[in-house]
C-alpha cells in the first residue's frame, strides 16, 4: 500500500491565506455537466494557480459522474494533499483511496453511525486523514467519539443530493459544538465572499465546489476566495 504524507491538516493548519479546498466537480444531481468540455487536469491547474490549500474529487459514479481513475491520476498529478469524497460504506475503500496516493477521506458520519470511529482509525492507520462529515448535533456526536483529525459541517443535506438550499448558517449554528482540537471544515453552500466570510469566522478551512466549477473565469473567482479580495 502507498502510504501518502501529503497530510491535509498540517498544510490547513499553516497556511498563511484562505484555507480552500477547491473541488473538481464533473457533474452536480442540480446543475447537471460541470465540466463544459473542459479537462480534470486543466481545472487542476487552475486550483493549483490561484493557490488552493487542497483538492476534493467525489468518485461516486451514480449521482456524481465521478470516476475513481481520473481521481488517481489528479492524485499523481499534483504536490496538493487530495481528498476523496464518495459514499464510502466498506475499508476496501479506505484502503484502495490510500493506495491511489490520496491524502484524506471522507467518513459520512450519517452513513457509518456507530462504525464511524473503526472506519476512522483504519484510515488513520492506512496513512490517511480523515474529514468526518456532520450535519446535525447527533452526527457531531458521533464524530466527537472518533479520532478523526478533521470534521466537516456539510451545509447542505447529503439526503437530498445538494437539492435543498443549504447555506453557511448550519455552519454558524453548529461550529461552537465541535471540538478545539479538530480542524472544522465548511463544506457546501458557499457562493461568494461574503458566503466565505462567514464560515471562515466559524470554520478553519471551507471546501467548494459548484461555485468554482460554474464561474465564469474560474482562476480570478477562486484566487479571489483564497485572497479574500
Same mark, same amino acid.
Given at each position: 500500500?502507498?502510504?501518502?504524507?501529503?497530510?491535509?491538516?498540517?498544510?490547513?493548519?499553516?497556511?498563511?491565506?484562505?484555507?480552500?479546498?477547491?473541488?473538481?466537480?464533473?457533474?452536480?444531481?442540480?446543475?447537471?455537466?460541470?465540466?463544459?468540455?473542459?479537462?480534470?487536469? /486543466?481545472?487542476?491547474?487552475?486550483?493549483?494557480?490561484?493557490?488552493?490549500?487542497?483538492?476534493?474529487?467525489?468518485?461516486?459514479?451514480?449521482?456524481?459522474?465521478? +470516476?475513481?481513475?481520473?481521481?488517481?491520476?489528479?492524485?499523481?498529478?499534483?504536490?496538493?494533499?487530495?481528498?476523496?469524497? /464518495?459514499?464510502?460504506?466498506?475499508?476496501?475503500?479506505?484502503?484502495?483511496?490510500?493506495?491511489?496516493?490520496?491524502?484524506?477521506?471522507?467518513?459520512?458520519?450519517?452513513?457509518?453511525?456507530? +462504525?464511524?470511529?473503526?472506519?476512522?482509525?483504519?484510515?488513520?492507520?492506512?496513512?490517511?486523514?480523515?474529514?468526518?462529515?456532520?450535519?446535525? %448535533?447527533?452526527?457531531?456526536?458521533?464524530?466527537?467519539?472518533?479520532? %478523526?483529525? @478533521?470534521?466537516?459541517? +456539510?451545509?447542505?443535506?447529503?439526503?437530498?443530493?445538494?437539492?435543498?438550499?443549504? !447555506?453557511?448558517?448550519? !455552519?454558524?449554528?453548529?461550529?461552537?459544538?465541535?471540538?478545539? /482540537?479538530?480542524?472544522?471544515?465548511?463544506?457546501?453552500?458557499?457562493? +461568494?465572499? !461574503?458566503?466565505?466570510?462567514?464560515?471562515?469566522?466559524?470554520?478553519?478551512?471551507?471546501?467548494?465546489? %459548484?461555485?468554482? @466549477? !460554474?464561474?465564469?473565469?474560474?482562476?480570478?473567482?477562486?484566487?479571489?476566495?483564497?485572497?479574500?479580495?
Amino acid at each position: 500500500m502507498t502510504i501518502n504524507f501529503k497530510k491535509q491538516a498540517n498544510a490547513i493548519k499553516n497556511f498563511d491565506k484562505n484555507p480552500i479546498i477547491a473541488e473538481i466537480k464533473v457533474h452536480s444531481p442540480k446543475y447537471g455537466d460541470l465540466l463544459k468540455g473542459r479537462s480534470e487536469m /486543466d481545472i487542476l491547474r487552475i486550483y493549483e494557480e490561484a493557490g488552493a490549500v487542497g483538492i476534493s474529487y467525489i468518485t461516486d459514479k451514480q449521482h456524481f459522474n465521478g +470516476n475513481f481513475d481520473m481521481f488517481k491520476k489528479i492524485c499523481e498529478n499534483t504536490e496538493l494533499p487530495v481528498l476523496r469524497k /464518495d459514499f464510502l460504506t466498506t475499508k476496501d475503500e479506505i484502503e484502495k483511496t490510500a493506495s491511489a496516493g490520496a491524502s484524506t477521506v471522507l467518513i459520512i458520519a450519517r452513513l457509518l453511525k456507530e +462504525n464511524t470511529a473503526e472506519f476512522v482509525d483504519f484510515a488513520l492507520e492506512c496513512g490517511l486523514d480523515t474529514l468526518v462529515e456532520v450535519h446535525n %448535533t447527533e452526527e457531531i456526536e458521533i464524530a466527537k467519539s472518533t479520532n %478523526t483529525t @478533521m470534521i466537516g459541517i +456539510n451545509n447542505r443535506d447529503i439526503s437530498k443530493l445538494e437539492l435543498d438550499d443549504g !447555506t453557511v448558517s448550519l !455552519t454558524e449554528n453548529l461550529a461552537d459544538l465541535i471540538p478545539k /482540537d479538530r480542524i472544522l471544515v465548511s463544506e457546501s453552500g458557499i457562493a +461568494n465572499l !461574503t458566503d466565505l466570510k462567514t464560515a471562515l469566522k466559524y470554520a478553519d478551512a471551507a471546501l467548494i465546489g %459548484t461555485s468554482f @466549477m !460554474t464561474a465564469e473565469n474560474q482562476n480570478e473567482f477562486v484566487k479571489s476566495f483564497v485572497e479574500g479580495k
